[in-house]
């Protein structure tokens, strides 16, 4: 039997025009473009089932260009909403439980350090199905929540942008992580 499909409101999680997002069995896609990418320093918490479930889904790069910057003393990527500049940048899409993206909300610090928004995507790879839909083919064109920023600091949007984030990159901005912080 095929799952119900849910239409969401989420005009109340940002500011922008009204969008309606498709969830199959309570379950949520997430953009991710971070730390939280496979074989980046916090992707196990995507698959820890304290925090709730995910599924990676596939690969995928914003229609829109975006900048992706590294900073703060912690070096971590931010996307900064700011459309129109930067680079389409790449990253991966999972599908959450309520309980995951409660946790992604937290992890992220909503509202205060980022705010989660929608983001069009176009799809590289896909390797999921969520009940109910068929298959995305590379070149689909899909909505996902993404975390991004409005409350960066005025010098974010001069600093380098990139496609995408590794934490051991060339960029020789070596991520902290929480637990090594003060």
């Avoid at 229609?63 to 971590?76: A, F, G, S």
């Amino acid at each position: 039997m095929a799952a119900k499909r849910k239409n969401l409101d989420i005009t109340k999680y940002f500011s922008k025009k009204p969008m309606r997002l498709w969830s199959s069995g309570l379950m949520t896609r997430v953009f991710v473009y971070g730390t939280l990418k496979k074989g980046q320093p916090n992707n196990y918490r995507m698959f820890d089932s304290n925090n709730g479930k995910a599924e990676y889904l596939g690969s995928a790069f914003t229609i829109q260009k975006y900048p992706l910057v590294i900073t703060t003393e912690y070096n971590i990527p931010f996307l900064l909403d700011i459309p129109g500049q930067g680079h389409r940048v790449h990253g991966e899409i999972y599908k959450v439980d309520d309980q995951m993206l409660k946790f992604l909300d937290d992890f992220e610090s909503v509202p205060t350090m980022y705010q989660r928004t929608v983001v069009q995507l176009e799809v590289k790879e896909w390797v999921g199905k969520m009940e109910g839909e068929e298959m995305l083919s590379p070149g689909s064109i899909t909505e996902v929540f993404v975390y991004t920023t409005t409350t960066y600091k005025p010098d974010w949007p001069s600093l380098p942008c990139y496609e995408s984030y590794d934490a051991e990159g060339d960029h020789g901005l070596k991520y902290k992580r929480r637990e090594e912080r003060d």
